[in-house]
């Protein structure tokens, strides 16, 4: 089983969509956590609050959210449907839910890891005249680039391992949204345990290397 083409195109599958929303929200979630940590704004906490919901609500839920938002009934999904964009039961559909759910545990990683950075050494740039944007990709961003590296591989084991948006969101469809939890589902649902034992091994292995090098990052950060 392990070497057969269903495995290989599920995990592939998994790391490609599971990368693509890791490469989506870095941006925002960097942009996100700046502002949470050096940043006082109006409704800040409330719109902390909204950013990290998926962290504590269950996936269902957020799924239950998403397919609200982008079905084909709502607002928004049948403005994207008209215009030949499918997000439900489509591979976008993972990507969304994914993205979604990994988004938080981005910012809150990336927010400690500016929050660490010494504001005497931004003081000292600017007073030297440098600009904001040069201070934050001169001075800010490279003290802070370990933690963001480790709140990226966190970002990708999670979404790696997402189950309950997905199955509502993108469904579970064989060859076409199925990735490694929810083909894990299915072979348990359908007694090949064997199938399942092998996809659960893989799982294991790639969230075992992620989690190991984003500790390593973090623990080397903490020496520097």
């Known amino acids: 089983m392990i070497f057969s083409p269903e495995t290989w195109q599920i995990t592939l599958f998994s790391l490609a969509v599971a990368l693509a929303s890791t490469l989506v929200i870095l941006p925002f979630g960097i942009a996100f956590a700046w502002l ?28 239950l959210i998403l397919l609200k938002i982008f079905g084909r009934r709502s607002p928004l999904g049948h403005w994207l449907y008209e215009r030949g964009v499918e997000i439900v039961f489509n591979w976008k559909g993972v990507l969304i839910a994914m993205a979604v759910m990994s988004f938080p545990l981005l910012v809150r990683s990336v927010r400690t890891s500016f929050a660490e950075v010494n504001p005497r050494l931004e003081h000292i ?3 030297l005249g440098a600009s904001g944007l040069k201070i934050f990709f001169l001075v800010t961003l490279p003290l802070a680039y370990k933690g963001i590296v480790a709140g990226a591989l966190l970002a990708f084991s999670r979404a790696l391992g997402e189950f309950g948006a997905t199955i509502l969101l993108a469904g579970n469809i064989p060859g076409r949204t199925q990735t490694l939890s929810l083909a894990i589902f299915n072979f348990v649902q359908t007694g090949k ?32």
Do not use: N, Q
């Open 36 to 63: 949470f940590a050096r940043k006082e704004w109006p409704l800040k906490s409330v719109v902390e609050t909204i950013v990290l919901l998926p962290l504590v609500m269950p996936p269902v839920s957020t799924g």
């Open 125 to 127: 740039a600017a007073t």
């Open 193 to 224: 345990d064997s199938e399942a034992y092998t996809l659960l091994g893989i799982t294991v292995v790639l969230a075992f290397l992620f989690v190991w090098c984003s500790e390593w990052l973090l623990r080397s950060r903490s020496k520097t």
